[in-house]
Structures are given as structure tokens and as C-alpha cells.
């Protein structure tokens, strides 16, 4: 994330809490302690926050966010490639807030806020975003927030499936407000929902891998991400492309220098060479990127050898070679989210909830070619 979106998603968190943590900042957004001092600094220099000990303050209302002028050309109101600015909003709803709970303004999330910003800048709601961090205990707190300061609907992408923990799901279900579940499943409760289908997505890679010619297929993915099980999902349906005996599924640790993670790294790619499997779908792009290294490190090439394709297409084409990848459609998750939620407040609740599936897109670059034979 570029210095200018994490500015503008502190900024966003300050004037929600009030308050903000260096630490619980740095890992929110993904970047370095030293990395949110310095940010910090600098909305202090320009009169946002007062930096006290261990993070900062934010210096006016915490419940009205200001418009942050563009710098470049565009001024659509939203920052494709970051966590998106405020622009001017239609005056008619100037004080009907949409609440967006995601678990993090970094990374994956960066894009479907700046999708949700646009779209709610068109259809002239005020967005108002908290950040979970991944903690069930912290969404449920900024549900209740968010409720106090007047939302009259929520978006929220909770930290985990209904499947796992339905206290979230269980709250939302007994709002008399509009809830609209984003980039998870509903299980059996009558919510609306906006999400990229990663199964068809994960279908879609091993698909084009298949077509290429390999015999068998990997995925390599955290065990605890919200995306792991719909990517299983499709790669139960891609089995039927390649041999059984060369597919398996890899699920290892999310921290990303892990030393048990490398490890695990490191024995689905002696699976894959023992079993003569010759491609990988790699979630997410940090980990694919890290997979990548590990088997040119250890004499193979890509894709001569190895073709390796990411899914989320973060930071995939910036590797050596560009990475393939499968790229959910994040923009447009925000966007129809806020949509859908402005509907359902328009509809009311005897309309009936909604499921809505958007199909990720694969990317071609350079990480992929037929296996070589013999």
C-alpha cells in the first residue's frame, strides 16, 4: 500500500475510534512499525493527529471523515490500486451513513474499499470504515459502533464463516438495519450477500493448467483463510481434469516468514516433484511468491519446470517470472455491496435477501506452459 492510502486509512480509523495503535496498525495494513510512525507523523504534521505513547489521537470530530484532495489526475473519489479517498458526495443523503467492516484496509481489501467508496460516493451515502483485524470480539463491538453514530445499513466481511463462529452472523440476523455479508457465506441465515466465487475461480486455474497438458495438480493454501475453503471447493471439481494419485491439497501456516510454514513449503514441492505434479495454484500472492523462490532455489525453473499460478493477483505480476493468476473481481465486490445494501433500504425487509456471485478472472503472464515431456 502506497503512503497516501495508508495515510487516508489511519485517517479513517482515527476518526472512528478516536484513537489508534501503532502495532494493531501495522499489522491492519500490513506494513512496518517504523513505517506507521512516520505515517503518523505526518498526519500530525498536517493537523489530523496528535501522536501520544504507543499511537496516536485524532485532533477534531471523529465522526465526520473530511474530503482528502487528489494528487494526480483522477478524480473519480476512489484510488484503484489503494484504500481509496473521500470525494464530494451527493448532497441528498449527505448524513445517511453505510458502515464497512473488513478485516483489513490492506492488501485484498484495499481494492473492495475503494470499490464501496465509489459507489457509495454516487449514490451519495457517507462510508464510515473499521477495521477488525480478524477478531470476532472487535467486529461485533463496531457493529454496535457503527449503530450508535446513526448507520442505516452495515457491510461487513467477518472474520471468519458462519460455519466456524456464528455469533457474528447471529448478531447481524437480529438487526432492524440492512446487513450485507461480503466475501463469505450465509450458511442458513437470511442475509444478503455479495461475494467472489472461488470455487469457479479456483476451477478456472486448474482448468487452464489442465488444457496446458499437466497430469496433476496442487493447492497450496493458509489453513485458517476465509478463501481456503471455497478454493478447495474448486479444486474437488478439478480433480476429475487429472490424475487422482497426482492432486492434493496443502494447507500450511499464514505467517509469511514462519519457519514451520517454509518447512511445509518446502514438502509439498518434494510431494509434487515425488509425484510427478507439475502445477500449483498458490493462495495467497505472498505465499505463491514465496513457493516460487523455494523451487528456483532448488535448481527448477519456471514455468519449464514448474507452473505455478496465484490466486488474488495482489502483487503477482511484480515476481520473477510474473505469476499467472486468478484475480477476484475486489473492486466490484465493494461496489455491488454498497449497492445492494442501498436497495435492500429502499426494498425493506419483505423483500427477499440476496445472494450475489461475481467470477474472478484469470491472468495470463509467464508462469505457466505445457508440461515437458519425459
Known sequence: ?????????IERELRLHGKANVNWLAKALGTSVISIRR???VLQERGVAKRVHGGAVF????LR???VPHTGPNHSGADAQGAGVFAERSPKRDEEIIGLIVPGAAYYYAGVIAGAEEMANSLGFRLVLAVSGYSGERERKQVERLIEIGAKGLIIAPSVHASEDGTTYDLLSGLNIPAVLMERNADLQRLDVVYSDHAVGAAEGLKHLADLGHMGAALVAGAHSPTTPGLASGFERAQKWFHPERCRIFLVPSVL???ERTKQLHDALDWCLAHGTTA?????DEMALLFAQIAVARGLRIPADLSIVAYDDEIAALADPPLDAVSPPKREV?????KLCSERLEAGAAAPPRHIGLLPQYIHRRSTAPPQQG
Not at 485532533?59 to 471523529?62: F, L, N, R
Not at 465493494?334 to 454498497?338: D, E, I, K, L
Open 39 to 41: 505515517d503518523l507523523n
Open 280 to 284: 500449483v495454484l498458490v493462495h495467497s
Open 257 to 259: 516468514w514462519d519457519e
Open 65 to 67: 471523515p473530511q474530503s
Open 334 to 338: 465493494g461496489r455491488q455491496a454498497v
Open 59 to 62: 485532533v477534531g470530530d471523529p
Open 1 to 9: 500500500m502506497r503512503a497516501k492510502d495508508r495515510y487516508a486509512a
